[in-house]
C-alpha cells in the first residue's frame, strides 16, 4: 500500500481541495475554537441549534489535508441531525480513529467517513483527523442545559 | 580539508534506512545527530569514570572533575571568551534565557522599563521575558524586519532608547535563517547603557562565535544542535554582571558556607549550578565541540553556504514554492523555510518521511511570526556539516512526489 492509497485517498484530496460548510454564521448558538498546537491546524466551528437538532453548522479552517477534509466531512454528516445523533457519530469516529481493532465498517451515510481509516497507521495524524469531531463534541457540551436554539 | 563524505562515516544513524531508503536528515535545526565520538565518551564515562564531582577525594571524582571542568575551558576558547568561570551549565538554551530573565531580571527591572526583542524570537527567547514583562509592569518592544526578512537597523535607531534595560535577540533566526546583525545591536544597547542577551541555539553551532568580538552580554546555547548529546546548554555572561546576579537555583554545589538560617554563595560559575549537574552529558559535549574544532568554524559555514545557496536555487525552480527569508545564501544560515501554494506543510513532511527524508513541518516555536507571515506553518529543512547536493536533489524530487500525492497544487 502507497501512502496514496493510505492516507491521501481520492474522498480526503476532494473534500480537501473542496472543504463543504466553510464560513461562519452571525450570532450562531454556539461558537467554538480548536487548535492542534503540534501542527497549526486551527478550527473555527460555528452552530445554530433549532430544538434538539444541528440546524446549520459552519467552519473556518486552516490545518493539513487531514484535518481539513475531516472537518468538512463531519460538517456534512452531522447538519439537520439530532444533537444526540451527532453525539453517537462522533464516538463512531472517535473508536474508529483511535480503537485498535481492524477496520470499522461505518453504515452507508457515513461511508465517506471511512477513507480516515487509513489515518490510524500514521499515529502523528489522529490528531489531525480528530480535531473538528472534539470541537464540536465541546460545542455540543457548550449548550447550556434546556437552551434550545438560540437565545 | 572538509571532506563529506569521510565526515558521514563519523555519524552512525546515517547509515539508517527509513521506510526503504536511505536516511537524509534536514532537520538539523531541530536537533543535531552525533558522530560516534560523543557517543562513545558517554559509554567510557559510566564504564571507566563515573563518580560525582567537585567532592570525592577518590580517584574517579578527580577525574570526572577534571573532565568535566575541562570542558569549561574548552567552551570558553570555542566563543572568544577569556575567563572560563564565566561559562555556566545549564539543561539548554531556554534555561539560560531563564536564568538572565529571572536572575537579572527581577534584580534589575522597574516598571516603565522597555526588553527590546526581534518578530523572530523563538519562544524560548520570548516568553520569558513576556513573563517578566508581566511581573514588572515593563514593556516589550519589537524591532522590525525588512520585506526580505533581514532586520531592520532603521527599527533598532529608533526603538533602543533610553528606557530599554535588554535587548534580547536571536543569532540566526531557526525559521527565516536570517542572521542577525548583532554587533550593531550592542553598540545600540550599549549606547543607552542596556545589556544585550543573544540567543546563539541556531547560531553557535553554524557560524564562528567570538563575545568579544559580537559585543554582547549575555549568549545561550545548545549543545544538542552542535554534535553533542540532549540536556546540556550554555549560559556565557560577562564576568562582572554574572557576579551581581543572585543565584537561579539554589541547593547543594552552589554555596560556600551553610548555617541553619542562611548560606553564602559559592563563586563563579558554581553559584549558578545548583544540584549534580549532567556530568556525563557536559564530558560528551566536549568531544562535539572537538570535533567541531577540528573541522574548523569556517569550513562549517562555508560548506553551509554553498548547501544552502544550492538548494535555495532548486527550490525557486519549483513552480509555486514560497521560501521565507533572505535569498542571498551569505546572509543568512542553512535554514530554508518554505510552502506549497495549497499543500499543508504537515502533508509535505508526511510524504517526504516516505522517502525517507526527515524536515520539520509546523509552527518551529515561533507562532507570533507565523502569524506575522500570514501562515499556519512551514516546512524547513535545515543542514548540517554531513549533508550533500545529492541529499538536496533528492528532497527536491520527492516534493515533486508530494505536488502529485497532493493533486499538483503547486507545480503546475
Redesign the interface.
Known sequence: M???DD??RETI?DH??NPRNQGEIANPSVQVEGVN??????ITLFMNVNGDAIADLKLKS???????ASGSMMSEVVKGQPLTEAQRIIELIKSMLLGKSADVMLPEELEDLESLQGVKK?P??IK?ALLPWNTLLEAIQNLNPGDNGKK | MFNVQKIRKDFPVLDRQVNGNPLIYLDNAATSQKPAAVIESLKSYYERCNANIHRGIHALSEEATEAYESVREEVARFIGASEARSVVFTRNTTEAINVVAQSWGRANLLAGDEIVLTPMEHHSNLVPWQQLAQERQAKLVFLELTDDGLLDLNSARRLIGSRTKIVCVTQMSNVLGTITPVKELAQLAHAQGALILVDGAQGVPHLPTSVSELGCDFLAFSFHKMLGPTGVGVLWGRPELLEAMPPFLYGGDMISAVWRDRAKWNELPWKFEAGTPNIADVIAAGQALTYLQELGMDQVRAHEVELTGYALRRLQEIGDATIYGPLDAHQRGGVVSFNFA??????IG??LN?SGIAIR???HCC?PL?RDLNV??TARASFYIYNTREEVDRLLEALKEADK???H?ACR
Open positions: 502507497s501512502l496514496a492516507l491521501y484530496l480537501y481541495h498546537p503540534l501542527c497549526g491546524d486551527e486552516r490545518g493539513c489535508s487531514i484535518n481539513m500514521y502523528v495524524r489531525c | 495549497g499543500v499543508h506543510p504537515h502533508d508526511q510524504i516516505e513541518a509546523g509552527h507562532q507565523m499556519a506553518g500525492v497532493m493533486g497544487v
